[in-house]
Protein backbone atom coordinates (compact mmCIF):
# COMPACT_ATOMS: atom_id res chain seq x y z
CA UNK A 1 0.00 0.00 0.00
CA UNK A 2 1.60 3.50 -0.76
CA UNK A 3 2.02 6.17 2.09
CA UNK A 4 1.39 9.55 0.46
CA UNK A 5 2.28 12.13 2.07
CA UNK A 6 -0.54 15.00 3.33
CA UNK A 7 -1.00 18.20 1.35
CA UNK A 8 0.25 20.96 2.89
CA UNK A 9 -1.42 22.45 5.60
CA UNK A 10 -1.64 25.86 7.16
CA UNK A 11 -2.62 25.74 10.74
CA UNK A 12 -5.02 28.37 12.05
CA UNK A 13 -3.21 31.10 14.20
CA UNK A 14 -4.66 31.93 17.56
CA UNK A 15 -3.60 34.43 20.05
CA UNK A 16 -1.24 31.19 21.68
CA UNK A 17 0.08 30.03 18.46
CA UNK A 18 1.85 31.71 15.66
CA UNK A 19 2.89 29.15 13.13
CA UNK A 20 6.23 29.94 11.90
CA UNK A 21 6.22 30.60 8.56
CA UNK A 22 8.50 28.75 6.00
CA UNK A 23 9.69 29.41 1.96
CA UNK A 24 9.60 26.33 0.45
CA UNK A 25 12.47 25.83 -2.54
CA UNK A 26 9.97 26.21 -5.25
CA UNK A 27 8.33 29.76 -3.81
CA UNK A 28 9.27 33.01 -5.56
CA UNK A 29 9.65 34.69 -2.39
CA UNK A 30 13.53 34.78 -1.33
CA UNK A 31 14.63 32.86 1.32
CA UNK A 32 16.59 34.10 4.27
CA UNK A 33 19.71 33.11 5.06
CA UNK A 34 21.50 33.28 8.30
CA UNK A 35 25.33 32.26 8.85
CA UNK A 36 25.30 29.96 11.56
CA UNK A 37 29.32 29.36 11.05
CA UNK A 38 31.98 31.72 10.42
CA UNK A 39 32.08 32.38 6.72
CA UNK A 40 34.84 34.95 6.60
CA UNK A 41 37.30 32.44 6.22
CA UNK A 42 37.98 31.13 2.69
CA UNK A 43 35.71 28.43 2.45
CA UNK A 44 36.84 25.11 0.45
CA UNK A 45 33.71 25.14 -1.50
CA UNK A 46 33.15 21.67 -3.58
CA UNK A 47 30.54 21.35 -6.85
CA UNK A 48 29.27 25.00 -5.71
CA UNK A 49 28.25 27.56 -8.67
CA UNK A 50 26.60 30.94 -8.84
CA UNK A 51 23.37 31.65 -10.26
CA UNK A 52 21.78 35.02 -11.65
CA UNK A 53 20.38 35.67 -8.30
CA UNK A 54 23.27 34.53 -6.12
CA UNK A 55 21.53 31.32 -5.20
CA UNK A 56 24.29 28.36 -5.24
CA UNK A 57 23.19 25.46 -7.08
CA UNK A 58 25.25 21.61 -6.86
CA UNK A 59 26.64 20.27 -9.62
CA UNK A 60 25.28 16.63 -9.48
CA UNK A 61 28.52 14.25 -9.94
CA UNK A 62 28.98 10.96 -11.47
CA UNK A 63 28.38 9.04 -7.66
CA UNK A 64 25.71 10.96 -6.98
CA UNK A 65 22.77 8.46 -8.04
CA UNK A 66 24.81 5.85 -6.52
CA UNK A 67 25.06 7.51 -3.34
CA UNK A 68 21.23 7.76 -3.19
CA UNK A 69 20.73 4.52 -4.08
CA UNK A 70 22.86 3.08 -1.72
CA UNK A 71 21.00 5.09 1.22
CA UNK A 72 17.49 4.57 -0.07
CA UNK A 73 18.13 1.00 -0.44
CA UNK A 74 19.52 0.69 3.31
CA UNK A 75 16.28 3.12 4.67
CA UNK A 76 13.77 0.46 2.29
CA UNK A 77 15.44 -2.52 3.92
CA UNK A 78 15.05 -1.49 7.41
CA UNK A 79 11.31 0.67 6.89
CA UNK A 80 10.34 -2.71 4.99
CA UNK A 81 8.28 -0.75 2.71
CA UNK A 82 9.67 1.85 -0.45
CA UNK A 83 7.39 4.56 -2.24
CA UNK A 84 7.05 4.23 -5.84
CA UNK A 85 8.08 7.67 -6.34
CA UNK A 86 11.94 7.76 -8.13
CA UNK A 87 14.94 9.59 -6.74
CA UNK A 88 14.97 12.16 -3.82
CA UNK A 89 11.00 12.54 -3.94
CA UNK A 90 10.88 8.79 -3.11
CA UNK A 91 13.58 8.81 -0.09
CA UNK A 92 11.79 11.57 1.22
CA UNK A 93 8.23 9.09 1.63
CA UNK A 94 10.44 6.54 3.12
CA UNK A 95 11.89 8.71 5.88
CA UNK A 96 8.67 9.88 6.51
CA UNK A 97 7.20 6.37 7.20
CA UNK A 98 10.36 5.60 9.25
CA UNK A 99 9.65 8.08 11.32
CA UNK A 100 5.91 8.10 11.93
CA UNK A 101 5.71 4.42 12.25
CA UNK A 102 8.22 4.57 15.30
CA UNK A 103 8.70 6.22 18.35
CA UNK A 104 11.12 8.69 18.45
CA UNK A 105 13.95 6.76 19.70
CA UNK A 106 12.84 3.59 18.07
CA UNK A 107 13.38 6.11 14.93
CA UNK A 108 16.79 7.38 15.68
CA UNK A 109 18.09 3.92 16.38
CA UNK A 110 16.78 2.73 13.28
CA UNK A 111 18.77 5.41 11.75
CA UNK A 112 22.10 4.81 13.29
CA UNK A 113 21.17 1.47 11.53
CA UNK A 114 20.99 2.64 8.75
CA UNK A 115 24.09 4.59 8.31
CA UNK A 116 26.29 2.06 10.02
CA UNK A 117 24.67 0.19 6.94
CA UNK A 118 26.63 1.98 4.36
CA UNK A 119 30.04 1.26 5.49
CA UNK A 120 32.33 -1.77 4.64
CA UNK A 121 32.97 -3.85 7.49
CA UNK A 122 35.44 -3.09 10.02
CA UNK A 123 36.28 0.13 8.38
CA UNK A 124 34.49 1.70 11.46
CA UNK A 125 36.08 -0.27 13.91
CA UNK A 126 39.45 0.42 12.05
CA UNK A 127 38.61 4.32 11.71
CA UNK A 128 37.94 4.42 15.32
CA UNK A 129 40.70 3.03 16.91
CA UNK A 130 43.59 4.06 14.48
CA UNK A 131 42.38 7.45 12.72
CA UNK A 132 40.50 8.84 16.10
CA UNK A 133 42.91 9.17 18.57
CA UNK A 134 46.07 11.06 16.48
CA UNK A 135 46.33 14.51 17.66
CA UNK A 136 43.67 13.94 20.13
CA UNK A 137 41.12 13.61 17.22
CA UNK A 138 41.65 16.51 15.31
CA UNK A 139 42.79 14.71 12.18
CA UNK A 140 39.67 12.52 12.19
CA UNK A 141 37.46 15.57 12.59
CA UNK A 142 39.24 17.13 9.57
CA UNK A 143 39.22 13.84 7.46
CA UNK A 144 35.20 13.49 7.97
CA UNK A 145 34.61 16.91 7.56
CA UNK A 146 35.80 16.35 4.57
CA UNK A 147 34.18 13.42 3.09
CA UNK A 148 30.71 14.65 4.08
CA UNK A 149 31.36 17.74 2.28
CA UNK A 150 32.28 15.70 -0.50
CA UNK A 151 30.30 12.84 -1.01
CA UNK A 152 26.93 14.29 1.19
CA UNK A 153 26.03 16.83 -1.05
CA UNK A 154 23.15 14.80 -3.28
CA UNK A 155 21.20 14.80 0.14
CA UNK A 156 22.11 18.21 1.85
CA UNK A 157 22.82 20.42 -1.42
CA UNK A 158 26.19 22.81 -1.61
CA UNK A 159 28.58 22.30 1.37
CA UNK A 160 31.89 23.79 1.83
CA UNK A 161 34.56 23.05 4.58
CA UNK A 162 34.93 26.34 6.84
CA UNK A 163 36.59 26.71 10.72
CA UNK A 164 34.87 26.02 13.65
CA UNK A 165 35.79 26.94 17.00
CA UNK A 166 36.67 24.12 19.56
CA UNK A 167 35.95 23.32 23.22
CA UNK A 168 39.72 24.39 24.08
CA UNK A 169 39.59 27.55 22.38
CA UNK A 170 41.35 26.78 19.32
CA UNK A 171 40.06 26.65 15.85
CA UNK A 172 40.13 23.64 13.16
CA UNK A 173 39.06 23.40 9.90
CA UNK A 174 36.55 20.68 10.76
CA UNK A 175 33.04 22.30 10.18
CA UNK A 176 30.80 21.78 7.13
CA UNK A 177 28.19 24.55 6.20
CA UNK A 178 25.15 23.79 3.97
CA UNK A 179 24.11 26.57 2.37
CA UNK A 180 20.75 25.68 2.49
CA UNK A 181 19.55 21.75 3.42
CA UNK A 182 17.49 20.03 0.87
CA UNK A 183 16.49 17.40 3.36
CA UNK A 184 14.95 19.89 5.71
CA UNK A 185 13.44 21.97 2.64
CA UNK A 186 11.88 19.00 1.15
CA UNK A 187 10.59 16.96 4.67
CA UNK A 188 9.44 20.05 5.57
CA UNK A 189 9.57 18.51 9.33
CA UNK A 190 11.33 19.69 12.35
CA UNK A 191 10.32 16.12 13.52
CA UNK A 192 12.19 14.23 10.48
CA UNK A 193 15.42 16.66 10.74
CA UNK A 194 15.84 16.28 14.20
CA UNK A 195 15.29 12.34 14.64
CA UNK A 196 16.14 10.89 11.10
CA UNK A 197 19.18 13.10 10.65
CA UNK A 198 20.58 15.49 13.32
CA UNK A 199 20.70 12.90 16.50
CA UNK A 200 21.73 9.28 14.94
CA UNK A 201 24.05 10.99 12.81
CA UNK A 202 25.48 13.12 16.04
CA UNK A 203 25.48 9.42 17.70
CA UNK A 204 27.11 7.61 14.80
CA UNK A 205 30.05 9.65 14.47
CA UNK A 206 30.54 9.70 17.99
CA UNK A 207 29.86 6.47 18.95
CA UNK A 208 31.10 4.18 15.96
CA UNK A 209 33.86 6.56 14.65
CA UNK A 210 35.37 8.22 17.73
CA UNK A 211 34.43 11.75 16.56
CA UNK A 212 32.22 13.81 18.27
CA UNK A 213 29.21 16.28 16.40
CA UNK A 214 27.22 19.15 16.94
CA UNK A 215 24.73 19.65 14.09
CA UNK A 216 23.10 23.13 14.29
CA UNK A 217 20.11 23.04 11.76
CA UNK A 218 18.59 26.70 11.68
CA UNK A 219 15.01 26.55 12.63
CA UNK A 220 15.22 30.16 13.54
CA UNK A 221 13.90 31.70 9.87
CA UNK A 222 13.77 28.19 7.91
CA UNK A 223 16.30 29.37 5.92
CA UNK A 224 17.35 25.33 6.32
CA UNK A 225 21.45 26.38 6.86
CA UNK A 226 22.80 23.48 8.66
CA UNK A 227 26.43 23.62 10.11
CA UNK A 228 28.40 20.72 11.03
CA UNK A 229 30.62 20.92 13.92
CA UNK A 230 33.13 17.94 13.96
CA UNK A 231 35.47 17.70 16.93
CA UNK A 232 32.85 19.33 19.40
CA UNK A 233 30.40 17.31 21.74
CA UNK A 234 26.33 17.77 21.33
CA UNK A 235 24.66 19.68 24.45
CA UNK A 236 22.15 17.58 26.39
CA UNK A 237 19.22 17.11 25.06
CA UNK A 238 17.12 19.62 27.55
CA UNK A 239 20.08 22.42 26.34
CA UNK A 240 19.66 21.89 22.84
CA UNK A 241 17.44 24.51 20.77
CA UNK A 242 16.95 22.50 18.25
CA UNK A 243 14.57 19.86 20.49
CA UNK A 244 12.32 22.85 21.36
CA UNK A 245 11.65 24.28 17.80
CA UNK A 246 7.79 24.74 16.68
CA UNK A 247 6.24 22.53 13.97
CA UNK A 248 6.61 24.50 10.75
CA UNK A 249 3.60 26.08 9.59
CA UNK A 250 3.62 23.52 6.33
CA UNK A 251 4.79 20.34 8.00
CA UNK A 252 3.39 17.23 6.25
CA UNK A 253 2.17 15.50 9.44
CA UNK A 254 0.48 18.38 10.94
CA UNK A 255 -3.18 17.58 10.11
CA UNK A 256 -2.28 13.93 11.55
CA UNK A 257 -1.41 16.02 14.67
CA UNK A 258 -4.50 18.22 14.45
CA UNK A 259 -7.01 14.87 13.81
CA UNK A 260 -4.91 13.14 16.81
CA UNK A 261 -4.70 15.89 19.39
CA UNK A 262 -8.21 17.96 18.29
CA UNK A 263 -5.58 21.17 19.00
CA UNK A 264 -3.58 23.80 17.30
CA UNK A 265 -1.98 24.92 20.48
CA UNK A 266 0.63 22.71 21.19
CA UNK A 267 3.92 24.58 19.72
CA UNK A 268 6.30 21.79 20.24
CA UNK A 269 6.98 19.03 17.38
CA UNK A 270 5.01 16.07 18.11
CA UNK A 271 8.27 14.28 16.57
CA UNK A 272 11.01 16.83 17.97
Given at each position: ??????????????????????????T??P???????????Q?????????????????????????????????????????????????I?????????????????????????L???????????????????????????R????????????????????????????G????????????Q???????????????????Y???????????????C????????????????????????????????????????????????
Amino acid sequence: MNSVLPPPLTLASSSSFRPLKYHPRNTTSPCRFRALGSRNDQSESIGITESDNSRPKYRPGIFDDLFLNLFRNRMVNEVGWDSEKPGYDGLIEVANRLMMRRSNSETKEAAVRILRALFPPLLLELYQMLIAPLQGGKVAAIMVARVTALSCQWLMGPCAVNNVDLPDGSSLRSGVFVERCKYLEESQCVGICINTCKLPTQTFFKDYMGVPLLMEPNFSDYSCQLQFKFGVLPPRPEDDNALNEPCLEICPNARQRREFTNSVDVLQCPKA
